[in-house]
């Protein structure tokens, strides 16, 4: 499926793909804490800072017809340095701008931005390696992300605190300029023209509904990153209120769970290895989906707040290996020319998930207490794995009898 076979990896190109994407991540987390607290700090109430949020979401879900073809139809190097020279204007306009309907605005436009180099990235990583070096080199990329995650927020507070909110987003516009770097430094580079195919791959342009295994396991994916993204709503005042833990153990809580994602990438790294076939992959990665889950519903039970920090470690270090079984499921089923609407899909299943997770569980915060929406979470998850057990085995009954009829 259009790896970088016959060469050897260009870990270099690895390197700066990983790095770029630390730096755009830790400044996306760095913008939305620092706007979030001007504009508490300002006086603006819930609906704004929810307007904020869903800004930020909404164009990596709604544009994915627009950004795959995009992804797929242009250069590589000439999206990522035209966007990073977007974004780091869209920032520069931030630090300036105080009206919040107009730093909601530019903050969508800095996350349509982000529609367009997340696929990017991830198509690119594929072509940079071979087929035995893509477990390791997505690991590294996700371990990237996650740890700008993690310094994003935590450079936030500090500096909003020590200097205003101008400084950090300036710093921010700096990090998306980083985007425009690697776009420039990067020697591996796709779209702009037709890929060659092979005869598997000559029935037309890819599309997900075609592909049971995919469909299956994304719709899944979705529903279960919406439990989880509800429960990111809900632990503050689980931790705060309910266990009624300080505010830095409620810091511990939060970063358990992103650095449990970290170190699962390179657990897990060995583990894909020893799936060669799809079929299997998609089942265990249907297993991790579940088991990812039942953390959130033991949790329920805790009493202490460093119970659910261990707890939220296990369930971020299986949250890592599905970034790594998801990147390793796309490459194989998906074709080089098709990669960028794949991957456009798949983060829009993560992103419109955890969005209808936002706005379900603050609908449900007011009416039932945490402790219950965590339990209610945890289980829904659980559930919908269950559920897509039938029709991923299905989709696998069917693929096989369609392989053999073309053998």
Do not use: H
């Not at 760095?30 to 704004?48: H, I, K, S, V, W």
């Not at 919040?100 to 997340?118: K, Q, S, W």
């Amino acid at each position: 499926m259009s790896f970088a076979s016959g060469a050897p990896s260009r870990w270099s190109d690895v390197y700066v793909t990983s790095g770029a994407r630390a730096l755009s991540m830790a400044g996306d987390a760095l913008a939305a804490t620092t706007l979030a607290l001007a504009l508490q700090d300002r006086g603006a109430g819930g609906l704004a800072v929810s307007g904020l949020w869903i800004a930020a979401t909404l164009p990596l879900v709604v544009l994915v017809p627009l950004t795959g073809r995009l992804v797929d139809r242009y250069d590589s190097r000439v999206l990522l340095v035209a966007t990073g020279l977007a974004q780091a204007a869209v920032c520069l306009a931030l630090a300036f701008v105080t009206a919040p309907i107009a730093l909601i605005g530019l903050v969508a436009v800095l996350a349509t931005g982000l529609a367009i180099t997340n696929p990017t990235f991830s198509a690119l990583v594929p072509s940079m390696v071979s087929r035995d070096d893509l477990p390791k080199a997505s690991a590294l990329g996700q371990t990237a992300s996650m740890i700008g995650s993690l310094l994003g927020p935590a450079a936030a507070g500090f500096l909003v605190a020590g200097f205003g909110t101008r400084p950090p987003l300036l710093i921010d516009a700096a990090t998306y300029l980083a985007v425009a770097v690697a776009g420039l430094l990067l020697r591996t580079r796709r779209g702009g023209a037709p890929a060659p195919t092979t005869n598997r791959e000559a029935a037309g342009p890819w599309r997900l509904r075609t592909d049971g295994l995919l469909l299956t396991t994304f719709l899944a994916f979705g529903a279960v990153v919406a439990g989880v993204g509800g429960v990111n709503v809900i632990e503050v005042f689980f931790v705060r209120d309910t266990l009624g833990a300080s505010t830095s153990a409620f810091g511990l809580v939060t970063a358990a769970w992103t650095g449990g994602m970290a170190a699962g990438a390179w657990v897990f790294v060995r583990v894909v290895r020893r799936y060669d076939d799809d079929s299997g992959l998609v089942r265990a990665m249907l297993t991790l989906l579940g088991a990812t889950c039942v953390p959130v519903l033991l949790s329920a039970a805790a009493t202490e707040a460093w119970q659910v920090a261990v707890l939220w470690l296990v369930g971020g270090l299986l949250n890592g290996g599905l970034g790594v079984f998801s990147t390793i499921l796309v490459a194989r089923r998906v074709r080089e020319a098709d990669r960028g609407r794949a991957f456009s899909v798949l983060n829009a299943a993560a992103n419109g998930g955890a969005m209808c997770g936002y706005v379900l569980a603050g609908a449900l915060l007011g009416p039932f207490s945490p402790r219950t929406l965590i339990f209610t979470f945890g289980l829904a998850g659980v559930l919908v794995v269950l559920a897509a057990a039938a029709p991923v085995a299905r989709a696998i009954r069917q693929e096989r009898v369609t392989s053999a009829a073309v053998a």
